[in-house]
């Protein structure tokens, strides 16, 4: 009898497993990407191939892009500003980063969609992942001019090893994406050199330089934002991103650009005329290099130059019977660098600008800590409330990325967003994570503060305090010229490590100025992912310092503040540099625990304290001084 009852539990258990099953296939049936990617499917079939990757990128390899190109979120559901889809007949995988792991799970639910989680054990790269997944003779796929020329290049040499074929020729998901939007088209506007600091003119001269040096006869690029950096222009192609799609070429003693012809406004002509730039449309690019006579060696940065630009060059050189590897120079963008260390003039208004956005969030601060659970509040309505403080700043343009407004667990996800119903509500208890920041002509702003709105756990202060110990050590060091973010990365990661506890995430991103807040060479994370993060941190530089913790099902916490990198002095051992803070927005005292913060950390907190007081409270109320006064007391 005991056997019976054993295989009537057995027959019980197994009967539940399958209506399990059969509500997933349920499920999976009315998610609607599921069709998406049937469809996608039978793309792939007429063409032969048998693997195809949906990047996250438009034809610039750009961090964010426009709704036209969001092909990955179309056929996977993901909404994250980064990930990577691999679909083939019998799976499709989506590959995230640590900063998406509870986002992207939740939005890939149903699709049939398999989560990669980077860097987790036993995940593959996506280049094991293919070599495990295709045989020889088959054909991986992609559109050309969505990857880089070095990524275009790594996955052929690695796929061509084991007989595997790559075809970079279709838009696939074009065919399928019948609704899909149109190319962007704003006006292009001119950066005044007030802002800028240095004329278009000035840079030229300072990338033909370079090019001589390298023995090079033209700089070609793809990268919308050091384009928009060397001529001085801004768009609003990508939003959030003031650039304009383009492509540029620039010789000895000619500079092209090619843009859109709805963009173009008579100032911007004139303009181009000043500085001799000749302009043409976007979409002659490519004929434009099948036809240019190329007299010399050609530079350009194949971790940028789209795999498609770069396949043209070579079949025009080869037209004129050359080998492209006999006229090419590849290098770390220098435009990227120069743009990354910032003018005196630039320095100037980051500073002045630092100082007026901060007050914009600490009046938002106040505002929530007083409103909470007295007026109906939401993620959403909160992060619109800091939207329109901001948006009355004299200079605003727009924001610099959708404002993060994360309530409760929401905020374990380091990019999440409230959605169109106005997201969680808020409750005069836990904390709400804000990450935000704004365009203005005097620079481009990035800060996040972790609010309590009420009662908080002392786990919650625990975390608060060893983020804060992280931020304020990274802030105080001082370290030898040649230094690059994996040297630095330690400082801010040694609280955390020091407990058994780390972050998904990088520690810190370059701040463009009117272009993209996430800028690079410069970074600070432990782990390479690619040459550029071995770029030597110099005078001028502008860097995040966001350490976290972030509990899945619990809670997040980030503090950031941006820093400039600043020459400390020199003597016979060497030139040391270190930060100086721009941002100036106080900390929650109610997060605090004094008795986790180190006796350094717990100085540091009161010096910049007082640092706050003194330059953002001539903004503030009679009301909110007194506020601040208490936030900003010694602890």
């Not at 610039?60 to 426009?66: G, K, N, T």
């Not at 009161?606 to 009679?622: C, D, R, S």
Request: aromatic share 10%; hydrophobic share 40%; proline share 4%.
């Amino acid at each position: 009898m005991a056997e019976d009852i054993h295989n009537m539990a057995e027959d019980i258990h197994n009967m539940a497993e399958d209506i399990h099953n059969m509500a997933k296939d349920i499920h999976a049936a009315e998610n609607i990407h599921v069709g998406r990617l049937a469809a996608l499917r039978e793309e792939m079939k007429k063409v032969g191939i048998d693997a195809y990757m949906i990047p996250t990128a438009d034809f610039h390899c750009s961090e964010y892009v426009a709704p036209c190109f969001k092909a990955r979120e179309y056929f996977s559901g993901f909404t994250g500003s980064a990930g990577i889809l691999i679909v083939m007949q019998d799976r499709a995988d989506l590959w995230a980063d640590g900063r998406y792991f509870i986002q992207a799970a939740k939005e890939i639910e149903g699709s049939g969609i398999t989560l990669e989680r980077i860097g987790e054990p036993g995940v593959p790269t996506r280049e094991q992942f293919l070599k495990d997944h295709l045989r020889a003779g088959q054909t991986f796929g992609c559109d050309g001019r969505c990857i880089t020329k070095a990524e275009g290049a790594h996955l052929a040499k690695v796929l061509g090893q084991r007989g595997i074929k790559m075809n970079t020729a279709y838009d696939l998901p074009g065919l399928v994406w019948k609704d899909r939007p149109e190319l962007p088209s704003n006006p292009i506007w001119i950066l005044d050199e007030k802002y800028a600091g240095e004329s278009a003119e000035s840079k030229l001269a300072r990338l033909r330089k370079v090019m001589k040096e390298q023995d090079a006869s033209c700089y070609v690029s793809s990268k919308l934002d050091e384009i928009m950096w060397l001529f001085n222009i801004r768009g609003g192609d990508v939003e959030a991103n003031p650039v304009a799609l383009s492509y540029a070429l620039v010789t000895e003693d000619a500079q092209y650009l090619f843009v859109q012809d709805s963009e173009i406004t008579d100032e911007f002509r004139a303009y181009a005329d000043k500085i001799h730039l000749s302009v043409g449309r976007y979409q002659d690019f490519f004929d434009f290099l099948k036809t240019f006579e190329f007299k010399g060696n050609i530079l350009y940065d194949p971790n940028f130059l789209s795999c498609q630009v770069y396949q043209t060059i070579r079949d025009s050189l080869e037209a004129a019977g050359k080998r492209a590897e006999d006229c090419v120079v590849e290098m770390n963008s220098p435009l990227d660098y120069m743009k990354a260390i910032r003018n005196e003039t630039e320095i100037r208004n980051f500073k002045d600008i630092y100082i007026e956005d901060s007050a914009v969030l600490t009046k938002f601060i106040y505002w929530l800590k007083k409103n909470v659970g007295k007026i109906p509040m939401t993620e959403g309505s909160a992060a619109a409330y800091l939207d329109h403080l901001r948006a009355k700043v004299r200079d605003y343009i727009e924001l610099s990325f959708g404002t993060i407004s994360a309530y409760g667990s929401n905020a374990a996800m380091m990019h999440y967003e409230p959605g169109e119903d106005g997201g969680a509500e808020l409750k005069p208890e836990g904390m709400l994570l804000v990450d935000s920041g704004g365009h203005y002509l005097r620079g481009t702003t990035d800060v996040t503060r972790t609010m309590s709105l009420g009662p908080v756990t002392q786990d919650m202060r625990r975390s608060y305090s060893l983020t804060a110990n992280s931020n304020f050590q990274l802030q105080d060091v001082v370290f030898l010229k040649g230094s690059c973010g994996m040297t630095l990365d330690i400082c801010a990661r040694e609280p955390m490590w020091r407990n058994l506890m780390d972050y998904k995430c990088g520690t810190g991103h370059g701040v463009g100025n009117i272009l993209n807040v996430h800028e690079g060479p410069q970074s600070i994370r432990y782990h390479q992912r690619d040459a550029a993060d071995l770029t030597p941190f110099a005078p001028g530089m502008t860097i995040s310092d966001e350490p976290g913790v972030y509990k899945a099902g619990e809670y997040g916490i980030r503090i950031e503040n941006i820093l400039l990198c600043v020459d400390r002095g020199t003597t016979t051992d060497g030139t040391f540099y270190g930060f100086t803070p721009l941002t100036f927005a106080p900390l929650d005292r109610d997060l605090l625990d004094v008795s986790v913060l180190t006796p350094k950390v717990r100085e540091l907190i009161n010096t910049y304290h007082a640092q706050v007081l003194e330059k953002i409270g001539p903004f503030m109320n009679e009301e909110e001084l007194a506020w601040l006064k208490n936030e900003c007391a010694p602890l």
